[in-house]
Nanobody, 122 residues
Framework: VQLVESGGGLVQAGGSLRLSCAAS????????MGWFRQAPGKEREFVAV????????YYSESVKGRFTISRDNAKNTVYLHMNSLKPEDTAVYYC????????????????WGQGTQVTVSS
């Protein structure tokens, strides 16, 4: 599967962005998809996951209540809606295809996009 993110950019604190992740080579309708982010000098961290089998979603504590993950199976696309953005949300955001194991771990995903930069100014 190939994943391509888009939608990143520069936004002021308190603003919103919507990231998209288009999947090809495998339908996303039965594919659990996650979003991760990596800030300069930091480890890549879990942000959100959309689980296809249960239609459930889980979020990291740092984004819960502000970010929402959604999917459009007809378009093989997963979205990350980001509201009330903070400067600490600044990072490169990656979507990932789940392989197995805990949802919060990068090792549980075996397909990654190239990333899209999100910068939040104060």
């Amino acid at each position: 599967v190939q994943l391509v993110e888009s939608g990143g950019g520069l936004v002021q604190a308190g603003g919103s962005l919507r990231l998209s992740c288009a999947a090809s080579g495998r339908t996303s309708s039965r594919y659990t998809m996650g979003w991760f982010r990596q800030a300069p000098g930091k480890e890549r961290e879990f942000v959100a996951v959309s689980i296809w089998s249960s239609s459930s979603a889980y979020y990291s504590e740092s984004v819960k209540g502000r970010f929402t993950i959604s999917r459009d199976n007809a378009k093989n696309t997963v979205y990350l809606h980001m509201n009330s953005l903070k400067p600490e949300d600044t990072a490169v955001y990656y979507c990932a295809g789940y392989y197995g194991g805990g949802y919060y771990y990068t090792r549980s995903y075996n397909a990654w996009g190239q990333g899209t930069q999100v910068t939040v100014s104060s």
